[in-house]
């Protein structure tokens, strides 16, 4: 449970600044997908019903008893969203309230008509068709099989092409924070990456250092060379803007033995100390499904999430865990209102299967 006065200076900084949103810009890209919702149907009974795989290791375990032999099992589709780190991240903040403008796979030279239904304050800048993902959902977590297509081929060129490198430099340069999302999954990151700190960032002067705000997405795919170039590129960047990284625990690993070529161990926020003095950051934040930990150079703070064990909806609950922190960091909130309201963010999503407006975290706080 909160305390009341955390629930308090988060009531009140909502109440008071949520407003101001509004004037407030998010540059966010770059993928796009429609994410097919499905749960692995493990037995149908006329009597009692359809029962589900309940947990990956339990499905696991099914797949490895078939070895040597055929087998097929049906899906159960939830539904069928739109999906992508960017899409979801920004559905999220833009029902918050904070204008954002999205670069993604989103549909061309049409909009999907999937994506049509963003917040009102999200504007479209789109330059490819968007890739398909399959979410298989589980209580513990879950897996997502991917058709990349364009995702994975339009790279810098193609974007600049589309979009334009003048309107590339507006959207840059008018935003308070930048968001670059799933650099792992898409093959042409890194190009991409690397054509903004070549041609977008320097093509502006800001008063101030601008917030950065990056999630790789899962790197199990990517070879050590490919991440320790991701590095460099971090670095690059944290000298136009101040680099916020997020990272699940999979994710930590992965880039902890890449960089220090050993296990870390189960000391997660040592870990992540290590990685933070190495990396060129302003904050580190590591998360799982019940544990915050967010590092800076005053402090190291770990914090409880609001655990659901039975989510009615697990897909994207990281990117809204990551819009609440990019609110709570638009609203000026310490590290620690931050977290809170990332971790409600999240938590409201995966009990309601929607992304939160401001009343319903305000009320979402107060009950837990």
């Known amino acids: 449970m909160l305390t009341t006065d955390i629930k308090t200076r988060l009531t009140d900084a909502i ?56 087998f097929s099992l049906e899906l159960n589709v939830e539904s069928v969203k739109l999906g992508g780190n960017m899409p979801i991240m920004a559905n999220a903040l833009g029902r918050f309230g904070v204008t954002v403008n999205c670069i993604g ?16 304050t999200c504007r479209l800048y789109s ?12 209580n513990d977590g879950k897996m997502m099989m991917a058709q990349m297509g364009a995702v994975n081929t339009s790279g810098w060129d193609k974007i ?6 003048e309107t590339l430099v507006r959207l840059f340069s008018e935003s308070q924070l930048i968001c670059l999302l799933n650099w792992s999954e898409i093959d042409v990151s890194t190009d991409v990456w690397k054509g903004l700190l070549q041609n977008i960032l320097p093509a502006y002067q800001a008063n101030t250092k601008q917030l ?33 990284l997020s990272l699940n625990k999979n994710e930590t690993g992965i880039l902890y033995r890449t960089m220090f070529y050993k296990d870390p161990g189960t ?27 967010a590092i800076n150079k005053e402090q190291l703070v770990t914090m409880k999430t609001f655990f ?26 310490d590290t620690e209102l931050s977290i809170v309201l990332a971790n409600a963010f999240s938590g409201f999503y995966v009990r309601n299967g929607i992304s939160p407006e401001a009343k319903d975290i305000i009320e979402f706080v107060q009950i837990n």
């Open 15 to 70: 109440n008071q600044n949520a407003p101001s949103l509004q004037s407030k810009r998010i540059t966010a890209g770059f993928d796009g997908f429609l994410d097919t919702i499905v749960q692995v149907i493990k037995e149908k009974d006329e009597r009692t019903g359809t029962t589900f795989f309940k947990t990956i290791k339990e499905f696991g375990d099914y797949i490895v008893e078939k070895h040597g032999a055929s």
């Open 105 to 120: 796979t989103l549909g061309y030279p049409q909009i999907h008509p999937v994506f049509k239904n963003f917040p009102s």
């Open 127 to 138: 330059f490819a068709e968007p890739g398909l993902s399959t979410a298989h959902e589980f």
């Open 160 to 165: 600049t092409e589309i979009i334009g490198i």
């Open 212 to 244: 950065m705000f990056f999630d790789l997405s899962d790197c199990s795919k990517r070879t050590s060379e490919a991440i320790s170039e991701v590095f460099f590129l971090l670095d690059g960047f944290s000298k136009y803007a101040n680099v916020i």
């Open 267 to 293: 000391n997660l926020a040592g870990a992540g100390r290590e990685l933070f003095e190495r990396l060129s950051l302003h904050t580190l934040l590591i998360h799982s499904s019940k544990e915050v930990i």
């Open 308 to 333: 659901t064990p039975a989510p009615k909806i697990s897909t994207g609950a990281g990117d809204n865990f990551n819009a609440g922190f990019c609110a709570g960091q638009l609203l000026d909130l």
